[in-house]
């Protein structure tokens, strides 16, 4: 989460009414912060910061309490007309509920007040989820790339949206071009494995399988990477050992998926994997469990992919 810019006072006062949230934020707890967010908030009354309001909202948007989350967010851009993070998401709140037009006058706001190239970058990446969501996919490739123009370093999910656009439009080569660029400015793995799969998925094979059999050989957690020579071994007509790499990535899956707390990433690629091998059912049930963990559009789009699903815009 990208913190809001507010008055030096403010942040002060925030430091000092979220210091003893510190230790619940490392075992987060949905319901338990919301609960101690609103203490907080009746305690100060009038004078609760914004960031408050915001957090909050946060927690019901989890909770997919969309409508609490929207009178959070109103009441913290009340308070400060100037918080950009807060138009932010109360466009994607107003998104979520299908309202395409208020939440692209949200994000109209949020890039007026935006102040630094960092600001506006995020609220242009934000305004082309919501016109993605909306089925205007060259519009939103535009703002993504007008976001990376203006915020060179990147966020990685600003490419990961630039490549699923791309993708859609059938910008293979620029999607192959943009993974590789964002992998160079960010030196992230996320990026790195996103090209790799795109090779794959462009029919690069000979490029993507030298990299994918070092890395099954190298790697201590090898499911992921079993999954996209899985892939590439489906791809070149290889069923049976695609199966047994799909079989194999599932186990060591199944033995890091805490049900009460689970990882989206693993439970996608649990869900991937079984897609892959036609059990739909269960492809389903974790593309389910994501949702319930909290997982935005982007954590699950691969899987809802897989399983041919038009994708779902949290």
Not at 49 to 63: D, F, G, H
Not at 164 to 182: A, H, I, V, Y
Request: with cysteine; aromatic share 4%.
């Amino acid at each position: 989460m990208r913190p809001a810019r507010i008055a030096p006072p403010l942040l002060a006062l925030l430091g000092v009414l979220l210091a003893g949230v510190a230790t619940s934020q490392a075992h987060h707890n949905t319901e338990e912060m919301i609960r101690e967010f609103t203490e907080q908030i009746e305690a100060e009354g009038d004078k609760a910061a914004p960031e408050l309001y915001y957090r909050r909202a946060t927690e019901y948007r989890v909770l997919r309490e969309f409508g609490k989350a929207e009178a959070d967010l109103e009441k913290a851009i009340a308070i400060a007309p100037e918080f950009v993070a807060a138009h932010e998401d109360l466009g994607r709140v107003l998104q979520r509920r299908g309202d395409h037009t208020e939440a692209l006058a949200s994000l109209g706001r949020a890039i007026a007040v935006a102040t630094t190239e960092r600001e506006l970058a995020a609220s242009l990446a934000v305004r082309a989820e919501i016109l993605a969501a909306a089925g205007r996919t060259k519009e939103a490739l535009a703002d993504c790339e007008r976001a990376l123009e203006t915020y060179r370093r990147g966020a990685v999910d600003w490419f990961l949206l630039r490549s699923d656009l791309q993708q859609q439009l059938g910008l293979e080569e620029e999607r192959l071009g943009g993974l590789k660029s964002g992998h160079s400015r960010t030196r992230s793995v996320v990026l790195y494995n996103a090209w790799v799969e795109a090779l794959i998925e462009t029919g690069h094979y000979d490029q993507a399988a030298p990299i994918i059999e070092e890395k099954v050989a190298a790697a201590r957690l090898k499911s992921s990477w079993l999954l996209r020579r899985a892939k590439l071994l489906q791809a070149t007509g290889e069923a049976e050992a695609a199966k047994r790499d799909l079989l194999q990535a599932i186990g060591e899956l199944n033995t890091r998926i805490k049900p009460e707390n689970p990882d989206i990433t693993v439970v996608v690629d649990r869900g991937v994997a079984f897609s892959m091998l036609g059990d739909r059912s269960a492809a389903k049930r974790d593309l389910m469990m994501a949702k319930k963990a909290g997982a935005d559009r982007w954590a699950t789009a691969r899987l809802e992919r897989a399983l041919g699903l038009e994708l779902e815009h949290n």
